[in-house]
T-cell receptor, first 115, second 115 residues
C-alpha cells in the first residue's frame, strides 16, 4: 500500500504570498491531519479533517486553513505568508474518525521557505 | 491545554545497550492516549509505541517498552538492545480530551547510537 504523499516537497515563496500544500492519504484512511515543525516551536498540530469536515483545530491564526475532498485528499492553505511560516509541514493520515487518538501515518513533509 | 515535557534534549547510547527517554505531561483529562514517534534524519516520522491511558499494562513493541505512571503523569520509553537504526529524534505525544489543542507534542529528544 502506498504511503502518505505530499506535494510539493520543497517550496520557496515571498512574504505576502499565499501557498497551497497537498496531501494524499493512505488508501482507506479518511482522517488527515496537518502539523508544522520548526526548530524554535517544535511540532505543532494545525488541524484534522474527517469526511470533509474539520474535526479538530490547533492554536494557529486564521491565515492557516485547510480542506478535505471526497476522496480524502487534503489541502492546506496559508495566506499572507510571513517569515515565521518557514517550516516543514507534515501531513498524516489515520483510520480514525477525527479523534486524534489513532496511530498517525506521516508523509515526508513539504519544506516551505518564506523569503 | 495539555503540556508535554521531554527534559532530555539529547541522549546517547552504545549499540546493544539500553536507554530510557523521559516524558512527563500535564493534563486534566482522564481519557487520553500517549505515543512515542521517531523521526530518523531525512526520513518520515513513524510510530514507535502507543499507550491507552485507561490500560494499566505497559505497552511493549519488540525492543521498545514504556513505563506508564498515570498518577505521576510520566511516560518513559525504554529501548533495549539499541541498534544503529534507532538513531533519530523521538517525540512524546499526548492525544485526546476535550480541551483546546487536543494533540500536543514534546520538544523531542535526539538519540545518538554509538557503534
Amino acid at each position: 500500500k502506498a504511503g502518505v504523499t505530499q506535494t510539493p516537497r520543497y517550496l520557496i515563496k515571498t512574504r505576502g504570498q499565499q501557498v497551497t500544500l497537498s496531501c494524499s492519504p493512505i488508501s482507506g484512511h479518511r482522517s488527515v491531519s496537518w502539523y508544522q515543525q520548526t526548530p524554535g516551536q517544535g511540532l505543532q498540530f494545525l488541524f484534522e479533517y474527517f469526511s470533509e469536515t474539520q474535526r479538530n483545530k490547533g492554536n494557529f491564526p486564521g491565515r492557516f486553513s485547510g480542506r478535505q475532498f471526497s476522496n480524502s485528499r487534503s489541502e492546506m492553505n496559508v495566506s499572507t505568508l510571513e517569515l515565521g511560516d518557514s517550516a516543514l509541514y507534515l501531513c498524516a493520515s489515520s483510520l480514525g474518525q477525527g479523534t486524534l487518538t489513532d496511530t498517525q501515518y506521516f508523509g515526508p513533509g513539504t519544506r516551505l521557505t518564506v523569503l | 491545554a495539555q503540556t508535554v515535557t521531554q527534559s532530555q534534549p539529547e541522549m546517547s547510547v552504545q549499540e546493544a545497550e539500553t536507554v530510557t527517554l523521559s516524558c512527563t505531561y500535564d493534563t486534566s483529562e482522564s481519557d487520553y492516549y500517549l505515543f512515542w514517534y521517531k523521526q530518523p534524519p531525512s526520513r518520515q516520522m513513524i510510530l514507535v509505541i502507543r499507550q491507552e491511558a485507561y490500560k494499566q499494562q505497559n505497552a511493549t513493541e519488540n525492543r521498545f517498552s514504556v513505563n506508564f505512571q498515570k498518577a505521576a503523569k510520566s511516560f518513559s520509553l525504554k529501548i533495549s538492545d539499541s541498534q544503529l537504526g534507532d538513531a533519530a529524534m523521538y517525540f512524546c505525544l499526548h492525544a485526546g480530551g476535550t480541551s483546546y489543542g487536543k494533540l500536543t507534542f514534546g520538544q523531542g529528544t535526539i538519540l545518538t547510537v554509538h557503534p
